[in-house]
């Protein structure tokens, strides 16, 4: 089945520590993307990308990082420098020609 | 600032009766608006979009209309049924891909038995 597949479900980091989250999809699309959501607001972008080796920063990027090596994969690292990471995150692709983007199932995280 | 916003954060309707789910915009520019449906949970999925030269589309038991006079943005969902209940999100589109979306807050439609 085509799709974007988003691992952990849930996952705990204890202060100080960084952890990455998994992003993956088989839709061929170029362009990925990270939201982060907290209750009551709507999705802010951190990270995107609209081809393969190349990324820039969303509205929200401080204390996060992101790679893009290939097509496929675009994993979400919170570091340390994230204050309050405590949400919930989610991937997007979207296929260049698309006004859709497709999301993940959503990584929840908390700082324990 | 620009924003795109909903006027009621939650709705209640009874089962069988029609929703209506509404935002507003600020941003006359937009190019075109997307409703997302998202389950406890889960990640957001697409319901509907309309392009800022239509006024209306519909989908099967949605309707979205658009009314650019006074910035508003509502979806109607038929015959409202339990697997109806989720958050809605309208979001804005102001460039050609999904980093120039600008998302609302999202309405929390619950469908009474």
């Known amino acids: 089945d085509g799709g974007i597949t988003q691992s952990p479900k849930y996952l705990f980091r204890k202060e100080g520590q960084n952890v990455t989250l998994s992003c993956e999809q088989n839709?061929?699309?170029?362009?990925m993307y990270w939201y982060r959501q907290d209750p009551g607001q709507g999705l802010r972008l951190i990270y995107y990308?609209?081809?393969?080796?190349?990324?820039q920063k969303g509205d929200i990027a401080e204390g996060y990082s992101v790679s893009r090596e290939k097509k496929e994969s675009f994993p979400l690292t919170v570091t340390s420098a994230q204050k309050n990471p405590t949400a919930f995150y989610l991937c997007?692709?979207?296929?260049?020609?698309?006004?859709?983007?497709?999301f993940g199932q959503g990584t929840r995280l908390t700082v324990v | 600032g620009e924003s795109v916003g909903l006027h009621l954060p939650t709705l209640s309707v009874q089962e069988g009766d029609n929703s209506i789910i509404n935002c507003a915009y600020s941003n006359s520019a937009s190019d075109y608006f997307i409703w997302y449906k998202q389950e406890s949970g889960k990640g957001p999925q697409f319901i509907i979009d309309?392009?800022?030269?239509?006024d209306k589309r519909q989908g099967q038991r949605v309707t979205v209309l658009l009314n650019k006079t006074v910035k508003h943005l509502s979806l109607q969902i038929a015959a409202t049924q339990p697997g109806d209940s989720a958050v809605y999100f309208c979001?804005?589109?102001?460039?050609?891909?999904?980093?120039?979306?600008?998302f609302g807050p999202g309405t929390r439609l619950s469908v009474l038995p």
């Open positions: 839709l061929n699309h170029d362009a």
């Open positions: 997007a692709s979207q296929w260049g020609g698309s006004t859709e983007a497709f």
């Open positions: 990308s609209q081809i393969v080796n190349d990324f």
């Open positions: 979001a804005e589109n102001r460039g050609a891909y999904g980093q120039n979306f600008v």
């Open positions: 309309i392009r800022s030269n239509m």
